[in-house]
């Protein structure tokens, strides 16, 4: 199984900082490296697919990057609904797999 | 407007069995592979299992393979989980998800939570 390995698991940070959060795949996923968005209480929402494709309607602050096994997110400035919890996930190879979470509060 | 109910949720003790129902709306079902992900309270989230958009296969990790059955009715555009022999750590909140080709997950339902417990 690949496992994601997602850093830091917590961060703090202020509105218009620049953000970024790392995941690292035990072995090559092929870009193949989604970004989920989740609030508190509610489902996960997709931000970022195949490691550089912003969804659809997502603001333009949210970027994504990287290949092989190490791939990363950034918020450019920071906007107060941007603070939740961020999950990488590979759908590579068979068992699909998540990271386990980064923690973005404010400071 | 996609949307994804989930409904079947609710406490049930270990070892039995339990069927969640996931009714889409908004596109057209049978043209989407469609997943099943779980989050345990206060943890992260773990695929639980896929199935292509004719229903002919079907993927699982280990954690539920022989346990857990997805399966769907393209006429009703209705995915289900049928979940056997439940263990306390099957419990969770499950979603589920619309698969787009070469993409995954962009559309989540709301969610139904299952507690398996005596």
């Known amino acids: 199984d690949i496992q994601m390995t997602q850093s830091p698991s917590l961060l703090s940070a202020s509105v218009g900082d620049r953000v970024t959060i790392n995941c690292k795949a035990s072995q090559n996923i092929n870009k193949y490296l989604n970004w989920y968005q989740q609030k508190l209480g509610e489902a996960p929402k997709l931000l970022i697919y195949?490691?550089?494709n912003l969804q659809t309607g997502i603001p333009s602050r949210f970027s994504g990057s990287g290949s092989g096994t190490d791939y990363t997110l950034t918020i450019s400035s920071l906007q107060p609904e941007d603070f939740g919890t961020y999950f990488c996930f590979q759908h590579n190879s068979w068992p699909y797999t998540f990271g386990a979470g980064t923690k973005l509060e404010l400071k | 407007e996609v949307q994804l109910v989930e409904t079947g949720g609710g406490l049930v003790q270990p070892g039995r069995s339990l069927k969640l129902s996931c009714v889409a709306s908004g596109f057209t079902f049978n043209n989407y592979w469609m997943s099943w992900t779980r989050q345990a309270p206060g943890k992260g989230l773990e695929w639980v299992a896929s199935?292509?958009?004719?229903?002919?296969?079907?993927y699982y990790p280990d954690s539920v393979k022989g346990r857990f059955t997805i399966s769907r009715d393209n006429a009703q555009n209705t995915l289900y989980l049928q979940m056997n022999s439940l263990r306390s750590e099957d419990t969770a909140t499950y979603y589920c998800?619309?698969?787009?080709?070469?993409?995954?997950?962009?559309?989540w339902g709301q969610g139904v939570m299952v507690t398996v417990s005596s």
């Open positions: 199935i292509t958009n004719s229903g002919g296969s079907t």
């Open positions: 195949n490691t550089n």
């Open positions: 998800t619309r698969d787009p080709d070469i993409l995954w997950g962009d559309y």
